[in-house]
């Protein structure tokens, strides 16, 4: 029998396909992994340092004078 096509492929074929996409899902997270930057632990813990800031008095940065007609 020909495995040409997935509908009419036997059960070792099956099997196959699942077995490579496995390990192809298992090697692009593990490049995924290993690709990630190094982040120094000392910029989060300067974010989490951070000073509390209060929201003071609201302010209008624009304004509209034109009138609409409609």
């Known amino acids: 029998m020909n495995n040409y096509s997935i509908a009419s492929a036997d ?3 099956h099997l196959k396909v699942v077995v490579v996409s496995l ?3 298992i090697i692009v997270v593990g490049v995924g ?3 990630r930057p190094n982040l120094p632990d000392m910029s ?4 989490a340092r951070a000073p509390v800031l209060k929201a ?4 209008i940065w624009t ?3 034109q009138t609409t007609i409609r």
Request: a neutral charge.
């Open 11 to 13: 059960r070792t074929t």
């Open 44 to 47: 989060t813990r300067l974010e």
């Open 63 to 65: 304004s509209s004078e």
């Open 33 to 35: 992994i290993a690709a």
């Open 23 to 25: 390990i192809a899902g």
């Open 56 to 59: 003071g008095q609201p302010v």
